[in-house]
């Protein structure tokens, strides 16, 4: 196969880690684990080795659904006037995301289908995650988790448990930098965004990191 075709290689997570995850199904059918973070903090690779390591051990135990797919369409950021802002809490829908969480944890033996989020479109996807009935833990991960106000508050009480991903500062800039042009934007327009939208947004979070039930260095 062409190297161009190959997949992303999984990211290796530390062996306690996947340990403290399983451990949260000892007591119940599903849990739920969010993951949230500053902007760049590695939420996502976290999610994804997770979700792999615990899947290699016992196939279709586990599912990533981020709180990405709750973002609100470009239009309706537009007609709210709040485009210019997009990742600030308020351009996520919030309360739908309350209600997949809550529905996700009461039905555990039906599929229930998440919306995703397509990063070259930069749009949200309705139904294009499947969480299938048997599925025991569902990582989600999102910015705003541990926020103090609703509807964050309500969603921390669904989850299990809530770990704050930190990483190094400069390792973290250059990362975000290198989303924001891997989707297309250039490198000035990309910092630019970081310094007026992302940088706000993660000073919001950081004051959050003491809600968490664990923090997790990540890169």
């Avoid at 999984?10 to 849990?31: E, G, K, M, Q």
């Avoid at 609100?72 to 995301?97: I, Q, S």
């Avoid at 103090?148 to 975000?176: I, K, N, Y």
Wanted: charged share 25%; proline share 7%.
């Amino acid at each position: 196969m062409a190297d161009d075709l190959a997949p992303d290689p999984v990211p290796a997570v530390p062996d306690d880690l996947v340990a403290a995850a399983r451990h949260l199904l000892d007591d119940a059918p599903r849990a739920l684990l969010g993951l949230t973070g500053v902007p760049g903090a590695g939420k996502t690779t976290l999610a994804v080795g997770l979700v792999a390591a615990l899947n290699a051990a016992s196939p279709g135990t586990a599912v990533h659904v981020p709180m990405d797919g709750y973002h609100l369409a470009d239009r309706v950021l537009e007609a709210h006037g709040t485009r210019d802002r997009k990742g600030a809490a308020e351009t996520f829908d919030g309360w739908g995301y309350l209600e997949l969480l809550r529905l996700l944890r009461s039905r555990p033996d039906h599929a229930v289908f998440a919306p995703g989020f397509d990063r070259d479109l930069e749009q949200p996807l309705a139904g294009s995650i499947e969480v299938p009935s048997g599925a025991r833990l569902v990582v989600s991960e999102g910015n705003y988790l541990l926020l103090g106000h609703e509807p964050w508050s309500l969603v921390r009480d669904v989850f299990d448990e809530v770990w704050f991903c930190e990483a190094d500062p400069d390792r973290r800039m250059t990362a975000l930098v290198q989303r924001h042009v891997t989707f297309g934007k250039a490198p000035e327009v990309a910092r630019e965004w970081i310094a007026s939208v992302d940088e706000p947004n993660a000073a919001l979070v950081a004051a959050t990191r003491g809600r968490a039930d664990r923090v997790v260095t990540t890169f």
